[in-house]
């Protein structure tokens, strides 16, 4: 990508005279004469080193100091539409790539559409989840998405291949069972949507689409009903799950792995880094590799991560200047090695789908071939924290509803959730 505004001396010599009405997104009660950005908190356990080396490049460009606020994600929602409420914005912020939508349409972002220019060097689906309504309401910053890890010494014990299509995998993960009694060959969590996401659209499924300003839910499609009864009859007919899989969120299935509960599992890219941490010996035993399709290729895997936004009233330029170190390739680099997270570039994504590292290669592949993101609606996060999606899978793998059942009730739900007004 080619930014509109060039990284030139004089540029930047500017943004140092325009950066001091920066603060509190343009004069709100926490308003400073230095650039305020909030990050969240956790992503990049030693992200303090990290803010700071960025700051002093910043300084040292533009003469204007930043102030970094780290926000946990949890309460990260909440001080957003306070701060809309009570005029304490940041300048710049980290955005969940579902909040975008929802706040652009609030009238809380500004459009970073003339500032970016092309787009095209950055991953396709994170430019997606950032537009809404024809302009760039988020910056590509970083990306996660979920494959599949495995026990290698499992696999080698009983003489196992990776899979290549559903079949294979519904196959090993039955060899396992038959042969681990005490581990769960391939857990079907009820709690994770972005676990059975991969699975409805591998077979072609959706979950919704919009079309002339109305949504429509695709969960009651052949094709979506066929995607989910291949999950959940991995648990139901399949016995490679337990039946207190049907609670599990993905943290679960994380913890049960580290314990040596789980053979192989849809897991996140950020996931080897924390089993490593917890448990080193059995990273030594640890792989993965994307999501197969049914007939062979990969199902698509959901597309998260973090854009980066400028909030209305900031200086759009001064806060450009900063988003654009960020983004480059020195301090995305740098982001991904400590982080773990893969950069908003393709060309970054491509370097590292090329790495000779296991652990990082087949994640790399995924977005390349195979990710998607959630619908880009500003009601998409009203669908998240109704729990739509897992309360239809819960419903099957409990038995309290066939797949017709749950999907009917569930696209219900979604189109009444995504078209209110």
């Not at 039946?243 to 897991?267: I, P, R, Y």
Request: proline residues 6%; hydrophobic residues 40%; aromatic residues 10%.
């Amino acid at each position: 990508m080619q930014p509109r505004i060039p990284r030139t001396a004089a540029v930047l010599t500017a943004l140092a005279l325009t950066a001091a009405g920066c603060g509190g997104g343009g004069g709100g009660d926490d308003a400073s004469d230095g650039l305020l950005v909030w990050i969240m908190e956790g992503t990049n356990p030693d992200a303090t080193d990290y803010f700071e080396a960025v700051g002093d490049r910043y300084e040292e460009q533009t003469g204007t100091p930043v102030e970094v606020e780290f926000v946990p994600w949890a309460d990260a929602h909440d001080r957003f539409t306070k701060g809309m409420a009570g005029g304490t914005l940041p300048d710049v912020a980290e955005l969940g790539t579902t909040f975008t939508p929802e706040f652009a349409q609030l009238g809380a972002l500004a459009d970073l559409s003339e500032q970016a220019g092309d787009t095209s060097a950055y991953n396709e689906a994170l430019v997606e989840a950032g537009t809404f309504d024809g302009g760039l309401y988020g910056m590509p910053w970083y990306a996660g998405v979920r494959s599949i890890i495995y026990r290698t010494d499992v696999f080698e014990e009983h003489g196992l291949e990776v899979p290549e299509d559903w079949d294979g995998l519904r196959e090993t993960a039955v060899a396992i069972s038959e042969e681990e009694d005490d581990m769960v060959a391939f857990p079907v969590p009820g709690d994770a949507p972005y676990s059975v996401m991969p699975f409805i659209w591998g077979a072609g499924g959706g979950i919704a689409d919009e079309s002339g300003g109305t949504w429509e839910g695709g969960l009651t499609s052949p094709e979506s009903r066929e995607g989910l009864s291949f999950y959940t009859d991995l648990a139901l007919e399949d016995g490679v799950s337990s039946t207190g899989a049907a609670t599990w969120k993905e943290t679960d299935v994380q913890d049960n792995f580290v314990d040596g509960n789980v053979a192989m599992a849809v897991s996140g890219s950020w996931t080897p880094r924390a089993i490593e941490e917890a448990d080193p010996e059995l990273a030594e035993n640890l792989g993965a590799f994307p999501i197969p399709g049914p007939d062979g290729g990969y199902s698509p895997s959901f597309l998260g991560g973090s854009h980066l936004g400028v909030f209305e009233g900031a200086d759009t330029e001064a806060a450009w200047a900063y988003i654009d170190l960020l983004t480059g390739d020195e301090f995305a680099q740098r982001w991904t090695e400590e982080s773990t997270y893969f950069p908003g570039k393709q060309e970054q994504i491509e370097a590292l789908a090329e790495s000779d590292d296991p652990l990082v290669r087949p994640f790399a592949v995924q977005i390349l071939e195979a990710s998607r993101v959630a619908p880009v609606s500003p009601k998409w996060g009203e669908v998240e924290g109704a729990q739509i999606i897992p309360g239809m899978t819960q419903s099957v793998l409990n038995g309290d509803a066939t797949v017709e059942e749950a999907t009917e009730t569930a696209n219900t739900e979604i189109e009444d959730t995504l078209n209110q007004d």
